[in-house]
């Protein structure tokens, strides 16, 4: 290997030991074999920094192989874009390979299986085949046609081949075990008939390949010694190696198939079926939307194919499904582009600044540097003139103690320019701030020298002068999705965690130095974040997409989440403690309010999974967020609403108990709630000694109904 003194992964010990037990170096070969059925997601990434990052370190080829077995949702604009993001990544493959230059050799081999009576045609119904082939549970039987003659199976193959048969009314399976543990080992499907247009073959072949069949055979063609793969392929080793073995020439290299973990990302999606819903259904718009987790749409959003790297390093290779943060990526295209991007002032919630002292029609053109971060970016000229644009936040008319940016009597300083200081503002009819006048001290610019410059002053405010500011669309993205798995609940459509504010579309003012910006061109805009340069910009008109903010913003607000509901734990037990109806009423709000803003389900849900229990303080808790979060009872797992509901209708407090009743009350799904009619009828007809008047008249109401 390139570099010993790094610790292997266990793809890599594999590897080694197979070079140690005999395999050749020479005889390394690898591959990344996508099917063009949709764009390369943040998950491909990883496996094409793997392989390709193998063929490095190995110095060994890697083939791109296009597993095109499925002309029903293959098209030549998916192979172009993966060729273009495998590219973009920074990886060269060595030969461009296809499964359908193989489809001739696959056949003819089917046909060799057939004559082994190792292949049959199977003439049954799915629904039938699907009765037939048993459960992981229960063992398979045999086809009615498993015991088809040689050569009636060669007639049929062949009258399949040439487009004499429907789709669907034979198949192409082989004779392997109906009994096998393995669901997979069950006769699989070799081929199925299929009269669709191919996006290379055309018209030419009415049976496609399966996948097993052909992935297999396809390595084993190419020369491949390791076929890595993820780990949901780890039922299919064994009949992948059964394949194998029935056209195996031991001179050749065999493949092998070893499996590593899928690294999900938080707050967003990878499967390639929800992500074409997402843009068939215009949740996004198109596969390179900047808040899709494919590659494309990462490149246009503004991260780096050097980010992308780093990260794939960064997570690693693991045995284990994994959700990985999304703020891990985040970190590394921060860290890239803190190296690499120009930093450039632009305000997009202007708020116009006036400098009375400045003389008018004067303008200066200030030095600013363009990245302290790299010594060779160098400086360039901003215009300073008497009116500029300031971030509206950047001011308050009445500040706290700890407000470090502009106020009424305060100095602060402009970047690259003076310090100023507030005066005065004008406000319109409805008493927005529409300008802010402040003076400035001549004697205090920016790197001059001067007593003055030296000056501390408590904050530097971002600024663009309203003469020479140029217009731009600036499109505010975040994370897609509000919840960090958002297809891990079963009770729940991945699309309810769409995020309604995932973007943003805001008018700001950039520097004039921008005016020329080229696409996918980016710039750290100062105290803002990180933006790139968006495909939808002209001569005319600038487009700016948001990559990334200069902090994790989500972190933040997931902290004071947990917070949020740590503290309104802390607070439920007074509610039993206080003697009063608006006491507890009191206490029911405010916790109710602070249910109310937590948006991650996720942290809803895990904190009802932990507060079922025989504590009251925990049961009455649960119902709070049932009753207060922005998510109804049947959103959650059902065992645990179940659960939840009948231990707190037996709880020993008559609060819980009606807090239950209420809730269930407002439940619309009447099959749900008459599970619990015998718990209420017991209440009903036999009430605690503690029952509260309240309780009884819930329950009198309930029982009427």
């Known amino acids: 290997m390139a570099s010993e003194e790094k610790s292997l992964n266990f793809i890599e010990q594999i590897i080694e030991e197979d070079l140690k037990s005999g395999l050749s170096q020479n005889k390394l070969h690898f591959r990344f074999p996508p099917e063009p059925n949709g764009y390369l997601h943040i998950g491909h990434a990883s496996s094409i920094a793997l392989n390709f990052g193998l063929g490095i370190d190995y110095q060994s080829p890697v083939n791109l192989r296009f597993d095109d077995t499925n002309p029903e949702k293959e098209e030549q604009e998916f192979v172009d874009a993966i060729k273009k993001d495998v590219e973009w990544l920074g990886y060269n493959w060595s030969e461009e390979r296809y499964a359908s230059d193989y489809f001739q050799q696959l056949y003819d081999w089917a046909v060799l299986l057939i004559k082994k009576d190792k292949a049959y045609v199977d003439s049954q119904s799915s629904e039938d085949m699907a009765i037939q082939k048993g459960t992981p549970s229960t063992i398979g039987t045999d086809s009615p046609y498993r015991n088809r003659s040689v050569e009636e199976n060669l007639g049929l193959f062949e009258r399949m081949k040439n487009g004499e048969f429907e789709a669907g009314t034979h198949i192409l399976r082989a004779k392997i075990d109906m009994k096998s543990t393995n669901m997979l080992m069950r006769d699989p499907i070799m081929y199925r008939i299929l009269h669709r247009h191919h996006h290379r073959t055309g018209d030419d072949w009415k049976i496609y390949p399966m996948y097993d069949w052909a992935h297999g055979q396809s390595d084993y063609l190419e020369g491949i010694s390791h076929s890595f793969c993820t780990l949901e392929f780890l039922p299919h080793r064994e009949l992948y190696d059964w394949f194998l073995d029935q056209i195996i020439d031991e001179n050749q290299v065999r493949p092998k198939q070893r499996e590593f973990a899928r690294r999900n990302l938080s707050h967003t999606?990878?499967?390639?079926?929800?992500?074409?819903?997402?843009?068939?259904?215009?949740?996004?718009?198109?596969?390179?939307?900047?808040?899709?987790?494919?590659?494309?749409?990462?490149?246009?959003?503004?991260?780096?194919?050097?980010?992308?790297?780093?990260?794939?390093?960064?997570?690693?290779?693991?045995?284990?499904?994994?959700?990985?943060?999304?703020?891990?990526?985040e970190f590394c295209i921060r860290e890239d582009l803190n190296k690499i991007a120009p930093r450039v002032m632009a305000v997009l919630d202007p708020v116009k600044l006036v400098i009375t002292n400045y003389p008018e029609g004067k303008e200066?053109?200030?030095?600013?540097?363009?990245?302290?971060?790299?010594?060779?970016?160098?400086?360039?000229?901003?215009?300073?003139?008497?009116?500029?644009?300031?971030?509206?936040?950047?001011?308050?008319?009445?500040?706290?103690?700890?407000?470090?940016?502009?106020?009424?009597?305060?100095?602060?300083?402009?970047?690259?320019?003076?310090?100023?200081?507030?005066?005065?503002?004008?406000?319109?009819?409805?008493?927005?701030?529409?300008?802010?006048?402040?003076?400035?001290?001549?004697?205090?610019?920016?790197?001059?020298?001067?007593?003055?410059?030296?000056?501390?002053?408590?904050?530097?405010?971002?600024?663009?002068?309203?003469?020479?500011?140029?217009?731009?669309?600036?499109?505010?993205?975040?994370?897609?999705?509000?919840?960090?798995?958002?297809?891990?609940?079963?009770?729940?459509?991945?699309?309810?965690?769409?995020?309604?504010?995932?973007?943003?579309?805001?008018?700001?003012?950039?520097?004039?130095?921008?005016?020329?910006?080229?696409?996918?061109?980016?710039?750290?805009?100062?105290?803002?974040?990180?933006?790139?340069?968006?495909?939808?910009?002209?001569?005319?008109?600038?487009?700016?997409?948001?990559?990334?903010?200069?902090?994790?913003?989500?972190?933040?607000?997931?902290?004071?989440e947990e917070n949020s509901i740590n503290n309104s734990l802390k607070e439920i037990n007074k509610y039993f403690k206080v003697e009063t109806k608006p006491e507890r009423i009191a206490i029911e709000s405010a916790i109710g309010a602070s249910i109310a803003t937590i948006s991650s389900f996720s942290l809803l849900q895990n904190s009802l999974k932990k507060?079922?229990?025989?504590?009251?303080?925990?049961?009455?808790?649960?119902?709070?967020?049932?009753?207060?979060?922005?998510?109804?009872?049947?959103?959650?797992?059902?065992?645990?609403?179940?659960?939840?509901?009948?231990?707190?209708?037996?709880?020993?407090?008559?609060?819980?108990?009606?807090?239950?009743?209420?809730?269930?009350?407002?439940?619309?799904?009447?099959?749900?709630?008459?599970?619990?009619?015998?718990?209420?009828?017991?209440?009903?007809?036999?009430?605690?000694?503690?029952?509260?008047?309240?309780?009884?008249?819930?329950?009198?109401?309930?029982?009427?109904?």
Do not use: C
């Open 269 to 329: 999606v990878v499967s390639k079926r929800k992500l074409q819903q997402l843009v068939k259904e215009k949740h996004v718009n198109g596969w390179d939307d900047p808040r899709m987790s494919t590659i494309s749409g990462l490149r246009r959003r503004g991260y780096t194919a050097a980010s992308l790297r780093n990260f794939a390093n960064t997570i690693g290779i693991a045995k284990r499904d994994n959700l990985i943060n999304v703020s891990v990526l």
């Open 611 to 705: 507060n079922i229990n025989n504590n009251k303080g925990s049961l009455l808790f649960a119902q709070f967020i049932l009753k207060y979060s922005n998510w109804k009872s049947t959103d959650f797992e059902e065992d645990d609403i179940k659960k939840l509901y009948t231990m707190s209708l037996r709880s020993e407090s008559t609060y819980v108990r009606s807090k239950a009743l209420l809730n269930l009350r407002d439940i619309e799904d009447l099959n749900f709630r008459n599970q619990f009619e015998d718990e209420i009828l017991k209440l009903y007809s036999n009430p605690p000694k503690n029952a509260s008047e309240r309780e009884n008249e819930i329950l009198a109401e309930m029982v009427k109904k």
């Open 364 to 560: 200066e053109w200030l030095e600013a540097e363009n990245n302290q971060e790299d010594e060779n970016a160098g400086f360039r000229k901003v215009p300073f003139s008497r009116e500029l644009y300031i971030e509206r936040e950047d001011f308050l008319e009445e500040a706290p103690a700890k407000f470090f940016r502009l106020t009424l009597g305060k100095e602060v300083r402009l970047k690259n320019a003076y310090i100023i200081k507030g005066e005065s503002i004008i406000k319109d009819s409805e008493g927005n701030i529409t300008e802010i006048h402040v003076t400035y001290d001549t004697d205090s610019l920016s790197g001059s020298g001067t007593e003055s410059s030296q000056r501390k002053v408590s904050g530097t405010l971002h600024w663009v002068s309203i003469s020479h500011a140029v217009e731009a669309e600036v499109r505010m993205y975040d994370r897609l999705f509000t919840d960090e798995a958002p297809d891990s609940y079963k009770e729940k459509n991945f699309l309810d965690f769409v995020n309604p504010n995932s973007l943003e579309i805001i008018t700001g003012f950039v520097e004039p130095s921008l005016a020329t910006a080229q696409n996918e061109d980016k710039f750290q805009f100062q105290r803002l974040g990180y933006f790139t340069v968006d495909k939808d910009s002209t001569t005319s008109k600038l487009v700016f997409n948001k990559t990334v903010g200069l902090k994790d913003a989500w972190e933040e607000k997931g902290k004071k």
